[in-house]
Structures are given as structure tokens and as C-alpha cells.
């Protein structure tokens, strides 16, 4: 069994697991907005569509085709359903799980003529701590997210072919909206 898929299936099981029956989370916030550092920078939101349940939906902007810095130029739209869980008594901290797909355009080098979509899907695994007794929640998270891309070249003269990119950490910061 290849490495991507042995991934899946350990992350996959994970998300089942944590669906049955342990106790979610109330995020004191419907959404958030900031920024994201780490391989890949961007633009970072969250909407929390069933807050009492802890569902909510991440939107990353970022740059690069495959949404990393190295040497990649383009641009890289995601969306990651996500599954929060309470860490303590407080309610300051949360873990969260889930998936979602990719989708880039731009090219694999600065100086390249070729240029690719990338077609692909993670899943993330992560901690937030949020300052909900402030007046507009901060909200600081740390997330382990590896992607299996596709790259489809946009014009002939390019291959396809695909990568694995298994070391996206980063940490985000957002402010959060009720």
C-alpha cells in the first residue's frame, strides 16, 4: 500500500472515530477572518454554520498553485469541512478534523511557459485557542494539513502528474465575528 493512501485510510478512521459520540463543541463565534503562515501564505476564513455543533467550513486563499511558497507561482483556492471538539472545562481551546478539496492555477517554475491546474484534497488536523472573553474573539490555531495534488498542464506541451506535499503546518490567525 502506497504512503497517500495508508494516510487516508488513518485519517479517514480518525474522522469516524471522533463522530461517535464524543461531545462537541459551542464556538463562541459564527465566522472569522485572517491570515495564514507556514509553506504557504494566504488569506484564511472560517464560518461556523452550526456553531452548537461544532460544523464549520475553512475558505483558504493562497499563493501558489499548490498553495506553497516554493518556487510555484499561481494562485490556490480550498475548502475543508471541519469538526471541532472542546479541550478542557473552559472552552479556550479546540481540536478539529477534517477535509476538503483544491483547486490552483499557475506555473511549476518562475521562468516556465506551461501552465497547470491543480486538482486536490486534504485533510487537516488541528488545535485553536480562542480569547472569547474579549469583546471580538482572537482566534490562534495550529493545523497539520497534507495534499495530494493532480496537475493538469493548460496547454499541450506540458505532462500531467501529481505530488504529495505531506509537511503543510501553520499557524493562523483570525478575528472572529459573532
Known amino acids: 500500500m502506497t504512503m497517500p493512501k495508508r494516510l487516508f485510510i488513518i485519517i479517514w478512521s480518525i474522522i469516524i472515530a471522533f463522530n461517535c459520540g464524543i461531545r462537541s463543541y459551542a464556538q463562541d463565534y459564527k465566522g472569522a477572518v485572517g491570515g495564514r503562515f507556514g509553506y504557504g501564505i494566504g488569506l484564511t476564513g472560517v464560518y ?7 460544523h464549520g467550513l475553512e475558505f483558504l486563499l ?26 478542557g472545562r473552559r472552552g ?3 481540536a478539529y478534523i477534517g477535509a476538503g478539496p483544491a483547486l490552483g492555477f499557475g506555473k511549476k517554475v518562475f521562468q516556465a ?31 497539520y494539513k497534507p495534499t495530494l495534488n493532480g496537475d493538469i498542464p493548460l496547454n499541450k506541451a506540458g505532462k500531467r502528474g501529481y505530488s504529495f506535499s505531506y509537511y503543510e503546518v501553520a499557524f493562523s490567525v483570525r478575528i472572529g465575528f459573532r
Open 48 to 54: 461556523m454554520f452550526n456553531p452548537s455543533g461544532g
Open 62 to 87: 493562497r499563493y501558489g498553485y499548490h498553495g506553497l511558497i516554493l518556487n510555484k507561482p499561481g494562485i490556490n483556492i480550498q475548502v475543508l469541512y471541519e469538526k471541532h471538539w472542546e479541550i
Open 92 to 94: 479556550y481551546w479546540t
Open 113 to 143: 511557459k506551461d501552465v497547470y491546474m491543480a486538482l486536490g484534497v486534504s485533510p487537516i488536523l488541528g488545535i485553536d485557542y480562542t480569547t472569547q472573553r474579549l469583546r471580538i474573539p482572537l482566534i490562534l490555531a495550529l493545523d
